[in-house]
T-cell receptor
Framework: DAGITQSPRHKVTETGTPVTLRCHQTENHRYMYWYRQDPGHGLRLIHY???????DKGEVSDGYSVSRSKTEDFLLTLESATSSQTSVYFC????????????FGPGTRLTVT | GENVEQHPSTLSVQEGDSAVIKCTYSDSASNYFPWYKQELGKRPQLIIDIRSNVGEKKDQRIAVTLNKTAKHFSLHITETQPEDSAVYFC???????????FGKGTKLSVKP
């Protein structure tokens, strides 16, 4: 597996609390992505980054923010978690956009009660 | 924007049979079509991909075909084995941002 780690791997939190998920890579890839995976919906892009401090929205970005202050780290923040954000979150990296393989991290299972 | 439809959602085959999963896409500008395999509790992993200038690609028991005119592409697995059991996702790069858009997945079960 490519050098991608996610932390935490599991988290249970209460509605209304802030949550930050971390993705860390050792591959020096330019592009980093956050997806959520829900039954019946496949993988949906939340936000992505194309460089340090360069980020953009994906198809399901409402309620999420991201930051990338270093090439190797991409943070996903739920400012005020809701039950609809209970999901498995995957980080992915790629050398280029669109036409290159994306390597996925191990995932974070988040439960919002 | 791009939309990717994947069928069937579930597929059950006997060991040794072939399995075919089909995807259609809406954006004619899409030019990269990967397939990912996800075993239970694991991360998605690329198994094969095809670019728009190629009609077919094979890798051992796995092949992908692309029909740009009809805007559909398919995954073919021959001589299926129990370890092929997993969820398979197709994707297409498209839309104004060129990001990957994934299908909703096909759960393949291979019965011994």
């Amino acid at each position: 597996d490519a050098g991608i780690t996610q932390s935490p791997r599991h988290k249970v939190t209460e509605t209304g609390t802030p949550v930050t998920l971390r993705c860390h890579q050792t591959e020096n890839h330019r592009y980093m992505y956050w997806y959520r995976q829900d039954p019946g919906h496949g993988l949906r892009l939340i936000h992505y980054s194309y460089g340090v401090k360069d980020t953009d929205k994906g198809e399901v970005s409402d309620g999420y923010s991201v930051s990338r202050s270093k090439t190797e780290d991409f943070l996903l923040t739920l400012e005020s978690a809701t039950s609809s954000q209970t999901s498995v979150y995957f980080c992915a990296i790629s050398e280029s956009k669109g036409r290159a393989e994306q390597y996925f991290g191990p995932g974070t299972r988040l439960t919002v009660t | 924007g791009e939309n990717v439809e994947q069928h069937p959602s579930t597929l059950s085959v006997q060991e040794g049979d072939s399995a075919v999963i089909k995807c259609t896409y809406s954006d004619s500008a899409s030019n990269y079509f990967p397939w990912y395999k996800q075993e239970l509790g694991k991360r998605p992993q690329l198994i094969i991909d095809i670019r728009s200038n190629v009609g077919e690609k094979k890798d051992q028991r796995i092949a992908v075909t692309l029909n740009k005119t009809a805007k559909h592409f398919s995954l073919h697995i021959t001589e299926t084995q129990p370890e092929d059991s997993a969820v398979y996702f197709c994707a297409a790069s498209g839309g104004s941002q060129g990001n990957l858009i994934f299908g909703k997945g096909t759960k393949l079960s291979v019965k011994p």
